[in-house]
């Protein structure tokens, strides 16, 4: 091997161990994400679970997997009649139940 090829060889394994010295320093931390989830900012209304929408679920902070599980009880002709029935939606945590529960209003059906 002559010597401008290991030349060649040692810069390019500087650069390689510079640019990945560069991409983990740039990586988010683990915890970004709980931090992004933490700082989203979720709004308190009055809402009805029988005909609000994913986008009003999503304004409450209810996440898309639950929303997902509220629309698919819906399909199969689920309704909510009181209050507590939004509690048993899959997913959804006592603490966030009991944080939505005061802004329920099911409108009354025949």
Same mark, same amino acid.
């Given at each position: 091997?002559?010597?401008?090829?290991?030349?060649?060889i040692i810069?390019?394994?500087?650069?390689?161990?510079?640019?990945?010295?560069?991409?983990?320093?740039?990586?988010?931390?683990? =915890?970004?994400?709980?931090? +992004?989830?933490? /700082? %989203?900012?979720?709004?308190?209304?009055?809402?009805?679970?029988?005909?609000?929408?994913?986008?009003?679920?999503?304004?409450?902070?209810?996440?898309?997997?639950?929303?997902?599980?509220?629309?698919?009880?819906?399909?199969?002709?689920?309704?909510?009649?009181?209050?507590? =029935?939004?509690?048993?939606? +899959?997913?959804? /945590? %006592?603490?966030?139940?009991?944080?939505?529960?005061?802004?329920?209003?099911?409108?009354?059906?025949?």
């Open positions: 091997m002559q010597k401008n090829d290991r030349l060649v810069a390019l394994l500087v650069l390689l161990v510079v640019v990945s010295v560069v991409m983990y320093v740039s990586l988010p931390s683990p =915890d970004s994400y709980a931090e +992004y989830q933490g /700082s %989203k900012k979720t709004e308190l209304f009055y809402f009805d679970p029988n005909t609000a929408d994913s986008i009003q679920f999503a304004r409450l902070g209810i996440l898309p997997r639950q929303i997902h599980n509220i629309y698919k009880y819906r399909a199969k002709g689920g309704r909510f009649r009181k209050p507590s =029935d939004f509690s048993r939606i +899959y997913g959804l /945590s %006592k603490e966030k139940y009991d944080e939505l529960e005061p802004y329920i209003k099911i409108q009354k059906y025949r």
